[in-house]
């Protein structure tokens, strides 16, 4: 379990205290489950969120600029955090647009961080690396984790360099800090901006309208993919494995299934038989083309247990099913 144990020197029992997390980018894709999943198991008032955008509500929230050392320090003081999740990034379609900005957001966070877990301030990181951190060179199937890594997206270039500054903070000053190569995450509650692989959930949105989609992506590109549960159950089993299983130190992949364009919407035709799609493929496909078409997360199984649930079949239901129901309910679907 998750608890910090202090001794009671008088009866010998053991008094545990919850760790108390800060979610940084809280508002966002991954992060909204994970604030979700976090407070369900360790207390609402344990989980701290904050972020940029102003969606959820002190108490317990703090609106934020990351890329403020002094602004998260605070954060971490007033609230006395222990452990740290950032979920703050610009995503590699984006990145691609501003490329100076994105990589100064993206590595100003991770410094930031860096320096005030050196300086002591709390115990424990997580910071999410991604697929991206492959390049053209890179074997495309079933990539394993030690392998060639030529990014050549803006996106994949800060990740990679985040995995090695990661690493060697743990290497010179023992920083616990952990990761991993996230890939395209499908969610339906929060839908990411900027990212390659958002167009399996624009696909979805589209299907339920009952709107033509065109995707930026060509029929037969193959991308790794997982869905939003998965990604969370192995970002908590990650952070609550001991250290000593922790094997990996710059960033664990991380598999769930992979598709193309094309097999996704054989699958969503399942139920919605008229949905259309064109292929308009644009700078999007070839950050696609460079990443790999399925990782090999070996090192992930072994050192810490995971194990992925949810294939393309479980994906699509849960999808359809979650959108309906809670943003297209005069849709008449039904899905068995
Ligand atoms: C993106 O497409 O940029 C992200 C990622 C794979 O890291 N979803």
Do not use: C
Not at 97 to 105: K, L, N, Y
Not at 141 to 146: F, I, M, S, V
Not at 153 to 165: F, M, N, P, Q, T
């Amino acid at each position: 379990m998750r608890f910090f144990s202090v001794e009671n020197s008088l009866f010998l029992n053991k008094i545990t205290k919850p760790v108390k997390s800060l979610i940084i980018g809280s508002s966002g894709q991954i992060g909204t489950e994970l604030a979700k999943a976090l407070r369900e198991k360790y207390g609402y008032e344990n989980v701290i969120t904050s972020d940029i955008v102003e969606k959820n509500h002190p108490p317990y929230f703090y609106l934020a600029d990351a890329t403020d050392k002094n602004a998260v320090k605070e954060i971490i003081l007033k609230e006395e955090v222990e452990e740290i999740y950032v979920m703050a990034a610009v995503l590699s379609a984006k990145a691609e647009q501003f490329p100076g900005r994105a990589w100064q957001i993206n590595m100003q966070i991770l410094f930031n961080l860096l320096d005030l877990f050196k300086e002591g301030y709390f115990k424990k990181l997580f910071w999410p690396s991604s697929i991206a951190v492959f390049g053209p060179h890179t074997p495309k199937h079933n990539t394993p984790q030690y392998t060639v890594t030529d990014p050549d997206s803006v996106y994949g270039i800060s990740k990679l360099a985040g995995e090695r500054w990661v690493e060697y903070y743990f290497e010179k000053y023992g920083l616990d800090v952990r990761s991993l190569r996230y890939p395209g995450v499908i969610s339906w509650k929060v839908q990411p901006g900027g990212g390659t692989t958002d167009y399996a959930i624009e696909m979805f949105h589209y299907a339920l309208r009952g709107e033509k989609y065109v995707s930026y992506i060509a029929p037969d590109e193959p991308l790794p993919m997982i869905y939003i549960d998965d990604a969370i159950q192995a970002t908590l089993q990650l952070m609550e494995a001991p250290p000593e299983h922790i094997k990996v130190r710059s960033s664990y992949n991380l598999a769930g299934i992979s598709f193309t364009p094309a097999q996704l919407v054989e699958a969503i035709r399942k139920y919605i038989p008229g949905f259309q799609v064109d292929y308009k493929p644009d700078f999007r496909q070839e950050i696609a083309h460079s990443w790999p078409d399925s990782v090999d997360d070996a090192f992930a199984r072994q050192d810490w247990g995971w194990q992925h649930r949810f294939d393309l079949e479980d994906i699509v239901k849960e999808m359809l099913t979650n959108l309906q129901q809670h943003f297209y309910q005069d849709h008449d679907l039904i899905i068995g």
